[in-house]
């Protein structure tokens, strides 16, 4: 529209903005639609987007909250690369203090629509004036205490999987020949016992989604996949159904996966409305102890999502998958998308209602800290396989592979001059 490119001149010059957010492998993605992509890659297409007219003012609004911390790097890299050849200004909008501190010359605190604190980004995270300011710093989940475990294992996996695949085929030409495939997820095996908490970490687009969604039969894969030591993988959709509520899923983006036309009791007792699960009495009175165990209140429940900060937004969200009493809950990214103190409230949170009930978790996240906080094992992915498997103390205190240690060791250096600042 603004630059008159077309043709060759214009594929290429797609395709080095693809290259410099690095998208793997972006000649093969070009034709791809944004369901095709991972969080992290539809990211990094839209800061693509946003880049494509060398602007000279950049609102960056959490441009990285779905991206690995690797990536994290590379990304602001490239921005303050950007601009600098630019002169470009860059406003830049964030709940990551470490971002802030890394990045920014100027920083502007606001609580509640009203700014609390100003001034340099190296005077402000030297010495903090205002107590919210300090509140943001010190707050961190705090890795789980080597004495604390979950709920003694059974014996029984909740969830398993052998050899699991998902491969996407690449199709070109005028018959849509298939020319090869994108491996979301290779050979993948695990499990996962009741009580305890398996985290997925890898950077965005290493598979880590699509490896939840498979193996909650959400996506059509190959491979054994057993629930409850029974097997799943070749059940049809009316077998699947009966076992939907014993699975449940939290995602990413609590505003998106809520219905604004929805109220918030309606949210919480939908999954017990789509089974017919109880009377309308029943299902009012879980809604009301759901809401009651993750911290919200009761009197709320006729408000709509909008209505929540986004907080509360997320806890609704676990309501509606725990009001389901679920063997098995998938949480995709659940504190991504909030700020540190709300991250931590979260943790807690999840903690406590799988000490109470018993309930195995498959944690997705980049941020390594929110992983370490929770997990009892740590599975990492690179590009759809699996390159470290352990106990969370074993991969974070002494990681085998290289691709690990360099993840651990890009949150640390991400994270350490905050660390560093909060404690003093």
Request: hydrophobic share 40%.
């Amino acid at each position: 529209l603004h630059q008159s490119l077309s043709g060759q001149a214009l594929h290429d010059a797609v395709l080095d903005l693809l290259h410099k957010v690095r998208i793997y492998r972006p000649e093969d993605r070009l034709s791809s639609y944004p369901h095709q992509l991972s969080g992290g890659q539809r990211q990094r297409v839209m800061i693509a987007m946003a880049l494509a007219n060398t602007p000279d003012v950049l609102i960056a609004d959490e441009p990285t909250t779905a991206l690995d911390v690797t990536v994290q790097a590379e990304i602001l890299a490239l921005l303050g690369q950007l601009q600098q050849e630019m002169g470009m200004a860059i406003l830049l909008i964030t709940h990551d203090l470490a971002m802030v501190e890394k990045v920014a010359d100027r920083v502007v605190v606001m609580q509640q629509g009203k700014v609390v604190e100003t001034g340099s980004s190296k005077a402000l995270f030297a010495e903090p004036k205002h107590p919210y300011t300090q509140m943001l710093l010190s707050a961190a989940p705090q890795p789980r205490p080597a004495d604390e475990t979950s709920n003694a294992p059974s014996s029984a996996a909740c969830i398993a999987c052998d050899d699991l695949r998902v491969w996407f085929p690449i199709k070109k030409g005028l018959f849509k020949k298939t020319v090869d495939h994108i491996k979301a997820v290779d050979e993948v095996s695990l499990s996962l016992q009741a009580g305890q908490t398996l985290g997925i970490v890898g950077e965005s687009g290493s598979g880590k989604t699509t490896l939840a969604l498979a193996l909650i039969r959400l996506l059509n894969s190959e491979g054994v996949i057993r629930f409850q030591g029974e097997r799943i993988d070749g059940l049809n959709n009316k077998a699947m159904q009966v076992l939907r509520p014993r699975m449940q899923m939290v995602f990413q983006d609590p505003y998106g996966s809520l219905s604004p036309r929805l109220s918030v009791a309606e949210i919480v007792a939908e999954g017990l409305e789509a089974h017919g699960i109880g009377t309308e009495q029943e299902r009012a009175e879980r809604v009301i102890n759901l809401l009651e165990e993750v911290d919200i209140d009761p009197a709320t429940r006729f408000r709509y999502p909008h209505e929540f900060s986004g907080g509360q937004r997320q806890r609704i969200a676990i309501a509606r998958s725990m009001i389901m009493q679920p063997e098995l809950l998938v949480l995709d990214e659940p504190t991504s998308a909030l700020d540190r103190t709300v991250q931590a409230q979260i943790v807690d949170l999840l903690a406590q209602l799988q000490r109470r009930h018993n309930v195995a978790y498959l944690f997705i996240s980049h941020d390594l800290s929110v992983v370490r906080a929770l997990s009892d094992d740590i599975m990492v992915l690179k590009q759809g396989k699996v390159v470290e498997h352990g106990t969370a103390e074993q991969v974070f205190n002494r990681p085998q592979a290289t691709y690990t240690q360099r993840l651990i060791k890009a949150a640390i250096d991400f994270e350490a001059s905050a660390e560093d600042q909060s404690a003093a």
